[in-house]
């Protein structure tokens, strides 16, 4: 069993930051790209920024120049550093992973709960 933890959403006015985080805990071997998407409400799941285990980072368009994402191998946890907030990055944030457990030969995704982000014009 693997569980991925969001954590650190919450609301906030335009032009503000918040920084989430997600943690991966169970019977984990490895863990190779980790990512945030949101979803805002009635829409589609969208990507915000993906992270390679080495470190590289890509980011949606609407995210870069604004958030950061950063990730600590050794704590299995990735975080997502949101400034300059705006009203259209309201909505639910995804923590994804693709991780091979032990005993397991491929890697596969697993996603979070989801913390919702909610930013106020």
């Known amino acids: 069993q693997v569980q991925l933890v969001e954590s650190g959403g919450g609301l906030v006015q335009a032009g503000g930051s918040l920084r989430l985080s997600c943690e991966a805990s169970?019977?984990?071997?490895?863990?190779?790209?980790m990512g945030w998407y949101r979803q805002p409400s009635g829409e589609s799941r969208e990507l915000v920024a993906v992270?390679?285990?080495?470190?590289?980072?890509n980011y949606a368009d609407s995210a870069k120049g604004r958030f950061t994402i950063s990730r600590d191998n050794a704590k299995n946890k990735i975080y997502l550093q949101m400034n300059s907030l705006k009203f259209e990055d309201t909505g639910v944030y995804y923590c994804?992973?693709?991780?091979?457990?032990?005993?397991?030969?491929?890697?596969?995704?697993?996603w979070g709960q989801g913390t919702q982000v909610t930013v106020s014009s």
């Open positions: 992270i390679g285990r080495g470190g590289s980072a």
């Open positions: 994804n992973a693709d991780i091979k457990e032990r005993g397991e030969v491929y890697h596969t995704p697993r």
């Open positions: 169970g019977n984990i071997f490895s863990i190779e790209a």
